[in-house]
Nanobody, 115 residues
Framework: QVQLVESGGGLVQPGGSLRLSCAAS????????MGWYRQAPGKQRELVAT???????TYADFVEGRFTISRGNAKNTVYLQMNTLKPEDTAVYYC?????????WGQGTQVTVSS
């Protein structure tokens, strides 16, 4: 089993920034894809950004260069730096880690962008 613990969500004004963190523990594999998804009310969960064990990154089109995914030196922590936030970025953000044969999810952290 792998446990994912997220932090860093909150309320921010339009144009502001937030940094989300996700720490993985437990049966960590060196082969993985780790990243962030989000789900707004009434909408399906969607990919935001991912990073492979080799460091390759993928971003959703709506990111438009505003978000950056990175990881810690131990490679069991992933971050999402979100800049120039918009009201439409309001959602619950979920950390995800895919390892051979299994996908793991965090409990989610609320991000609200509002004035």
């Amino acid at each position: 089993q792998v446990q994912l613990v997220e932090s860093g969500g909150g309320l921010v004004q339009p144009g502001g920034s937030l940094r989300l963190s996700c720490a993985a523990s437990g049966s960590i594999s060196s082969i993985y894809v780790m990243g962030w998804y989000r789900q707004a009310p009434g909408k399906q969960r969607e990919l935001v950004a991912t990073m492979t064990d080799g460091g390759k990154t993928t971003y959703a089109d709506f990111v438009e260069g505003r978000f950056t995914i990175s990881r810690g030196n131990a490679k069991n922590t992933v971050y999402l730096q979100m800049n120039t936030l918009k009201p439409e970025d309001t959602a619950v953000y979920y950390c995800n880690r895919n390892q051979p044969g299994r996908a793991y999810w965090g409990q989610g952290t609320q991000v609200t962008v509002s004035s």
